[in-house]
């Protein structure tokens, strides 16, 4: 896979639905929370939702997730997980909202039948259905970084607020006459459960023009992820109602040229902000197909072919590169550094035949898509750290746009870089970028206007809310 792709590719949109946690034993959570807030930094890190700046911080935060993986997996035995638990400094009770901190065994759910933990106007809401989104909620917090030893009441409050919400909702789509499905609901599941599976095995295919690459992404997909055409289409009825009822909720919202020009206005003071202090959040923007309507200074355009090892050359050469950090015979590493270059001659010799063949007359973009490049459009500075040094320098050393780079040789790889122009610093017009934000501002007031329908909902449910049905002190 090119360098690009790796650092570009990503799921747009839901492919499948991620697996609800299936009974973790609370005293797991309870570590979980405990390492998160004694690691606060370093897992707050990992929870980031950037790109990491370099790949030496991208493979240290891996190191760290596979550290705490290991460390997960040796929890599996209740010995095991009991000698660490009585080496954990206990917690105080927070006292959030009439529950006490979760901490350890000072709460445990209910292990007799199940409890009503909230009740409204159609339903209720079990203690065992809630313990899992709960506990997931309490993980999902502890893992990014946050302190929830005070929140604890705060959280599960908001999940059972949550889950009446959608029960409501479920109940308002009966209401509407948008469930059960009919068969123009069963033909347009199929469609988009076939689309987001098509989507999904793209995205895992190494070279999506390969029906073998393909294949072998499909075999993937359902031996190590259990993805199959028939999981996503479950998921799609699942979801589908949904759907419908957002539809049917914001089906005449109108976007006003004011809501534009606020929108705009807002994320030109957001990212003017942030992109003058931090250009990676400006690239990262770019990479993730977010509006920027704010360009700092000192960038410019380019395009490039990458030629990269496999995966078996990839690692040998790693090793290779260790070992030269450490090595200290001169015969060893000059015979290291022989093997290394090697590695590389195939990609030199492949960008040389490419560089001949432009040099030629031959089109770059033609080229490129001829090698398997996406390409894609970068922008560059001097400041850039989302791209190995060497393509970086090597793009601003580039006089002219149209001018070619020789072979730019990597960590990771060879390139050929091509100038496309300078990027003019400041807004962009609005006008340039209408177009995205009218998109973009119809579905902001449509969430919105979909949420404050439920939230009336919920105020019109007389619910009542039990949430020392969900623990018990010891």
Not at 139 to 144: E, G, H, I, M
Not at 307 to 323: H, K, N, S, V, W
Not at 425 to 453: C, H, I, M, W
Request: glycine share 6%; net charge negative.
């Amino acid at each position: 896979m090119h360098a690009e792709e790796t650092q570009k590719k990503k799921i747009k949109g839901k492919h499948h639905r991620a697996p609800q946690p299936q009974g973790v034993p609370f005293s797991l959570v309870a570590l979980m929370v405990v390492l998160a807030l004694l690691c606060g930094c370093a897992l707050g890190y990992m929870g980031g939702t950037r790109l990491s700046r370099t790949a030496k911080d991208l493979k240290q935060a891996q190191q760290r997730i596979e550290e705490y993986d290991l460390l997960l997996a040796q929890l599996s035995t209740d010995e095991s997980e009991n000698e660490i638990l009585a080496d954990l400094p206990s917690q105080e009770p927070a006292g959030d909202e009439g529950l006490a901190a979760l901490s350890g065994e000072e709460m445990t759910t209910l292990a007799g039948e199940p409890q009503v933990v909230a009740q409204f106007d159609g339903g209720t809401i079990l203690s065992d259905e809630a313990a899992q989104r709960y506990e997931a909620a309490l993980a999902d917090s502890a893992f990014s970084g946050e302190d929830v030893s005070n929140r604890t009441g705060e959280i599960l409050t908001q999940v059972l607020h949550d889950m009446v919400g959608e029960k409501l909702a479920y109940l308002k789509a009966q209401e509407m006459g948008l469930l059960p499905y009919d068969e123009a609901d069963q033909r347009a599941m199929d469609a988009q459960a076939q689309s987001e599976f098509d989507d999904t095995v793209k995205f895992y295919a190494e070279d999506a023009s390969s029906e073998a690459a393909l294949q072998a992404a499909r075999q993937y997909l359902e031996q190590e992820e259990g993805i199959t055409l028939e999981t996503v289409r479950d998921d799609v009825e699942q979801d589908y109602w949904q759907t419908k009822l957002f539809n049917r909720v914001t089906e005449n919202l109108d976007v006003s040229a004011d809501d534009i020009t606020a929108l705009y206005n807002q994320l030109l003071t957001e990212q003017q902000a942030e992109f003058e202090a931090d250009t990676d959040a400006f690239e990262t923007a770019l990479l993730g197909g977010e509006t920027v309507v704010y360009y700092p200074a000192g960038y410019r355009t380019v395009k490039w072919i990458s030629f990269e090892m496999d995966e078996t050359a990839a690692q040998r050469a790693e090793e290779i590169r260790a070992q030269l950090e450490t090595e200290t015979d001169e015969e060893t590493r000059t015979t290291l550094q022989q093997e290394l270059d090697g590695l590389y001659g195939a990609l030199q010799s492949e960008a040389e035949d490419a560089l001949g063949t432009i040099s030629g007359g031959g089109d770059f973009d033609q080229v490129a898509a001829s090698l398997g490049s996406d390409g894609a459009t970068y922008y560059v500075s001097e400041k850039t750290t989302l791209w190995p040094p060497e393509v970086v320098q090597a793009a601003m050393a580039l006089a002219n746009p149209g001018d070619i780079s020789q072979a730019v040789v990597t960590e990771d790889g060879v390139y050929i870089v091509r100038f496309i122009a300078n990027v003019e610093a400041g807004a962009v017009p609005l006008s340039n970028v209408s177009t995205r934000l009218t998109t973009q501002t119809r579905e902001q007031k449509a969430q919105q206007a979909y949420d404050d329908q439920v939230e009336t909902w919920i105020s019109e449910a007389n619910v009542t809310y039990f949430p020392e049905n969900m623990t018990e002190a010891n």
